[in-house]
């Protein structure tokens, strides 16, 4: 007997049915047809499709719109069947597998399929073919910088490899800036000059020893798991693993770069009181060429996730395993308010985990700031977010562009090249003169930063920063005021090479808290340089009660900068504790309001002296690595006539058990003389069970 308010789908059911438990359909496209039936007609109840367990291959994205939202009071799910696994691809399998050659390499004809840019198999990435085949190469040390080219070293490409649809990854820059990645397609080589051409411009020059590698030749083919796709041909090259042949791998192609579109027809009808639950959402594809971000914001184009949601609000996603997606994982486009994600696994992504973009200043016709602040208050809580950006190299867990008043929390971020957390707007002096034809100035500027109010508390965040530079775990640039990290644990990360850092507020980041997180075990390794913990730019930071310890690879704990003509002044640094953590402090320059205050902080390194570094008016000690002036904490407390640490301890702050890596401070420990609040650690990270 049908229940009004639940329909069924099945592997085995069929659309001419009635969608009940006993007779299912086959296809969501049918549940949904028959869902809007009935929402059309008033909704008496909670609206439910329950999707029974198997693997469902969508050959076209599967939308949700304004006609599927729940109303009256009522709301509409999609949600597997209670105890059942149900996964949704946007791929077909590969068959008709023969060795090429003499193997290892495989291949098998796919004539009806247009090129795709990755590949799955048992689960996981298939790397593109690839020079080098890890790593990678730089180019020539003498290079002239050059925007649609770069110069590569004599032995890097191979003599006669075939390019016709070879594709270069790089890092555009000095060398040094490892910022943003780009793909382009390669379109000359002119092997006199060591010279490769793109088909379009990078989007900034490329100069001396950036990195990069060469992919998408069958000439690249020379390392197991990866592939290479003759689009010419229609054939699929693929070297497997471990010897294992392709029909026991189980290939996929994916078929799509959306797998889920959630989105109204506007922002006046928004999809909503909508939600998906339980299910496996999988393999999507990437982008044929890739472009960095343009002032922080995502080019048109690549506003893409494997659920992709717009002009939607009250919406929630669920318990949900998203994976193996060429872009992001979610993408919150901009008319985005009140979307929850509560309890989701998130791994290989192509790009962001998460990613929610409002609008930039003066982009869309709004007429005020407060109009154009369109994406905001999403709940993304308790979810486990890892392997990004295996496809770009800037990737990070959680991107938030002019997006506010989010709460952030209980979340586990590992394993992305980039940031864990990031918070991005515009700087002051990057804004144009007017925006919806209001003159922007210093008073009114923050009006438009959207970036706003955010709560990052409670996250766990480690192995971050693995392939870029001048990042941290948790990061913010150009964003509007009252944001607060708060009781987030950021550990065991490394700076593989240049520098960066581990909480880290950079240009234009004002009126930030960052209180109560815990940074441990954070190192330097090969050429990188762990440089300062928590490093602070911006105006009216306040940085208290939070624990630094057992980083020895940190030149500091706190540091400051002012540059870009954006000011950093009035911050406040109290009632910290500082552990085997570096100097205390690094100016890289200094200015009299700096600081608003410093003091009832603890230091302890192992009974060596308490060093401040930078740039002072103050009697040297001595100077660093990078010739910089060093001093000690007694001449540090003369400054602007001893305003600044009077109270202080340099103390060991008595903790349980460091080396077992128990930081709770035992009862005698003099910091709780100080003021200090303990740290709950208990409460980092995911919390699982009833939501």
């Given at each position: 007997?049908?229940?009004?308010?639940?329909?069924?789908?099945?592997?085995?059911?069929?659309?001419?049915?009635?969608?009940?438990?006993?007779?299912?359909?086959?296809?969501?496209?049918?549940?949904?047809?028959?869902?809007?039936?009935?929402?059309?007609?008033?909704?008496?109840?909670?609206?439910?499709?329950?999707?029974?367990?198997?693997?469902?291959?969508?050959?076209?994205?599967?939308?949700?719109?304004?006609?599927?939202?729940?109303?009256?009071?009522?709301?509409?799910?999609?949600?597997?069947?209670?105890?059942?696994?149900?996964?949704?691809?946007?791929?077909?399998?590969?068959?008709?597998?023969?060795?090429?050659?003499?193997?290892?390499?495989?291949?098998?004809?796919?004539?009806?399929?247009?090129?795709?840019?990755?590949?799955?198999?048992?689960?996981?990435?298939?790397?593109?073919?690839?020079?080098p085949a890890t790593g990678y190469y730089t180019t020539d040390d003498q290079a002239e910088p050059g925007i649609d080219q770069l110069q590569y070293c004599e032995g890097d490409l191979p003599l006669h490899a075939d390019l016709q649809q070879a594709q270069v990854f790089y890092w555009p820059g000095?060398?040094?800036?490892?910022?943003?990645?780009?793909?382009?397609?390669?379109?000359?080589?002119?092997?006199?000059?060591?010279?490769?051409?793109?088909?379009?411009?990078?989007?900034?020059?490329?100069?001396?020893?950036?990195?990069?590698?060469?992919?998408?030749?069958?000439?690249?083919?020379?390392?197991?798991?990866?592939?290479?796709?003759?689009?010419?041909?229609?054939?699929?090259?693929?070297?497997?693993?471990?010897?294992?042949?392709?029909?026991?791998?189980?290939?996929?192609?994916?078929?799509?770069?959306?797998?889920?579109?959630?989105?109204?027809?506007?922002?006046?009808?928004?999809?909503?009181?909508?939600?998906?639950?339980?299910?496996?959402?999988?393999?999507?594809?990437?982008?044929?060429?890739?472009?960095?971000?343009?002032?922080?914001?995502?080019?048109?184009?690549?506003?893409?996730?494997?659920?992709?949601?717009?002009?939607?609000?009250?919406?929630?996603?669920?318990?949900?395993?998203?994976?193996?997606?060429?872009?992001?994982?979610?993408?919150?486009?901009?008319?985005?308010?009140?979307?929850?994600?509560?309890?989701?696994?998130?791994?290989?992504?192509?790009?962001?985990?998460?990613?929610?973009?409002?609008?930039?200043?003066?982009?869309?016709?709004?007429?005020?700031?407060?109009?154009?602040?369109?994406?905001?208050?999403?709940?993304?809580?308790?979810?486990?977010?890892?392997?990004?950006?295996?496809?770009?190299?800037?990737?990070?867990?959680?991107?938030?562009?002019?997006?506010?008043?989010?709460?952030?929390?209980?979340?586990?971020?590992?394993?992305?090249?980039?940031?864990?957390?990031?918070?991005?707007?515009?700087?002051?002096?990057?804004?144009?003169?007017?925006?919806?034809?209001?003159?922007?100035?210093?008073?009114?500027?923050?009006?438009?930063?959207?970036?706003?109010?955010?709560?990052?508390?409670?996250?766990?965040?480690?192995?971050?920063?693995?392939?870029?530079?001048?990042?941290?775990?948790?990061?913010?640039?150009?964003?509007?005021?009252?944001?607060?990290?708060?009781?987030?644990?950021?550990?065991?990360?490394?700076?593989?090479?240049?520098?960066?850092?581990?909480?880290?507020?950079?240009?234009?980041?004002?009126?930030?808290?960052?209180?109560?997180?815990?940074?441990?075990?954070?190192?330097?390794?090969?050429?990188?340089?762990?440089?300062?913990?928590?490093?602070?730019?911006?105006?009216?930071?306040?940085?208290?009660?939070?624990?630094?310890?057992?980083?020895?690879?940190?030149?500091?704990?706190?540091?400051?900068?002012?540059?870009?003509?954006?000011?950093?002044?009035?911050?406040?640094?109290?009632?910290?504790?500082?552990?085997?953590?570096?100097?205390?402090?690094?100016?890289?320059?200094?200015?009299?309001?700096?600081?608003?205050?410093?003091?009832?902080?603890?230091?302890?390194?192992?009974?060596?002296?308490?060093?401040?570094?930078?740039?002072?008016?103050?009697?040297?000690?001595?100077?660093?690595?990078?010739?910089?002036?060093?001093?000690?904490?007694?001449?540090?407390?003369?400054?602007?006539?001893?305003?600044?640490?009077?109270?202080?301890?340099?103390?060991?702050?008595?903790?349980?058990?460091?080396?077992?890596?128990?930081?709770?401070?035992?009862?005698?420990?003099?910091?709780?003389?100080?003021?200090?609040?303990?740290?709950?650690?208990?409460?980092?990270?995911?919390?699982?069970?009833?939501?």
């Amino acid at each position: 007997m049908l229940n009004p308010h639940e329909y069924y789908v099945a592997t085995d059911g069929s659309d001419s049915q009635d969608g009940s438990a006993q007779r299912p359909f086959l296809t969501l496209n049918r549940a949904q047809k028959a869902v809007r039936e009935d929402i059309s007609r008033g909704m008496s109840g909670n609206l439910t499709v329950f999707v029974r367990e198997g693997h469902y291959f969508l050959e076209s994205t599967l939308c949700f719109d304004e006609r599927d939202s729940g109303r009256d009071g009522w709301q509409v799910s999609y949600r597997n069947a209670p105890g059942e696994r149900v996964v949704l691809s946007g791929s077909q399998a590969v068959i008709g597998w023969e060795l090429h050659q003499e193997g290892p390499i495989w291949k098998a004809p796919l004539t009806q399929v247009s090129a795709f840019q990755t590949l799955y198999a048992n689960g996981h990435r298939i790397t593109k073919a690839r020079l080098p085949a890890t790593g990678y190469y730089t180019t020539d040390d003498q290079a002239e910088p050059g925007i649609d080219q770069l110069q590569y070293c004599e032995g890097d490409l191979p003599l006669h490899a075939d390019l016709q649809q070879a594709q270069v990854f790089y890092w555009p820059g000095d060398g040094e800036w490892n910022w943003f990645s780009e793909v382009r397609k390669i379109g000359q080589v002119h092997p006199e000059e060591r010279l490769l051409t793109f088909t379009n411009a990078a989007t900034w020059k490329i100069g001396a020893e950036s990195r990069y590698f060469l992919q998408g030749s069958l000439d690249f083919l020379t390392a197991p798991d990866q592939f290479h796709y003759d689009a010419l041909e229609g054939v699929l090259y693929y070297w497997p693993l471990d010897g294992l042949k392709p029909d026991d791998a189980s290939v996929y192609v994916p078929l799509l770069k959306r797998l889920i579109e959630l989105q109204g027809a506007d922002a006046e009808q928004p999809l909503e009181h909508f939600t998906m639950e339980g299910l496996v959402l999988q393999e999507t594809d990437f982008f044929a060429e890739f472009r960095m971000m343009q002032e922080n914001e995502e080019v048109d184009e690549q506003r893409e996730g494997l659920v992709y949601v717009n002009n939607a609000r009250n919406v929630s996603i669920l318990s949900c395993h998203i994976r193996l997606s060429g872009s992001c994982g979610i993408f919150l486009d901009q008319f985005s308010q009140a979307i929850t994600m509560d309890d989701c696994r998130i791994e290989q992504v192509g790009y962001c985990g998460i990613i929610a973009s409002g609008f930039t200043p003066g982009q869309g016709s709004f007429a005020s700031a407060e109009a154009s602040y369109t994406n905001r208050g999403h709940q993304i809580t308790n979810n486990e977010i890892e392997h990004g950006g295996q496809l770009v190299g800037h990737g990070c867990g959680i991107l938030l562009y002019q997006s506010g008043d989010n709460n952030i929390s209980h979340n586990r971020i590992a394993s992305m090249p980039r940031y864990g957390i990031s918070l991005k707007g515009l700087r002051h002096k990057s804004m144009p003169e007017s925006v919806y034809e209001i003159p922007v100035t210093w008073d009114n500027h923050w009006d438009f930063l959207h970036s706003r109010n955010n709560g990052i508390t409670y996250n766990d965040i480690s192995c971050v920063m693995e392939d870029s530079q001048d990042g941290g775990l948790i990061e913010a640039w150009g964003c509007g005021r009252g944001n607060v990290l708060h009781g987030n644990r950021l550990h065991h990360s490394g700076v593989h090479f240049s520098f960066g850092f581990g909480i880290y507020l950079d240009d234009a980041s004002d009126d930030f808290t960052v209180s109560h997180n815990v940074l441990d075990h954070l190192y330097s390794t090969g050429t990188g340089k762990l440089w300062m913990l928590i490093f602070a730019k911006g105006i009216g930071n306040r940085i208290c009660n939070n624990l630094l310890v057992s980083n020895p690879d940190a030149i500091s704990a706190i540091g400051s900068q002012e540059m870009a003509g954006e000011a950093n002044e009035q911050l406040s640094v109290v009632g910290n504790i500082i552990c085997d953590s570096g100097m205390l402090y690094y100016f890289v320059n200094w200015h009299p309001n700096r600081y608003a205050a410093a003091d009832c902080n603890m230091y302890w390194r192992n009974g060596l002296p308490c060093l401040i570094g930078g740039e002072l008016p103050l009697n040297a000690a001595g100077t660093d690595f990078r010739k910089r002036n060093v001093y000690d904490f007694a001449e540090w407390r003369k400054l602007e006539q001893g305003s600044f640490d009077s109270e202080t301890l340099l103390a060991d702050p008595l903790f349980v058990d460091a080396a077992a890596g128990d930081y709770r401070l035992q009862p005698e420990s003099p910091a709780y003389q100080l003021g200090w609040s303990p740290i709950e650690f208990d409460r980092v990270g995911p919390i699982k069970g009833d939501r």
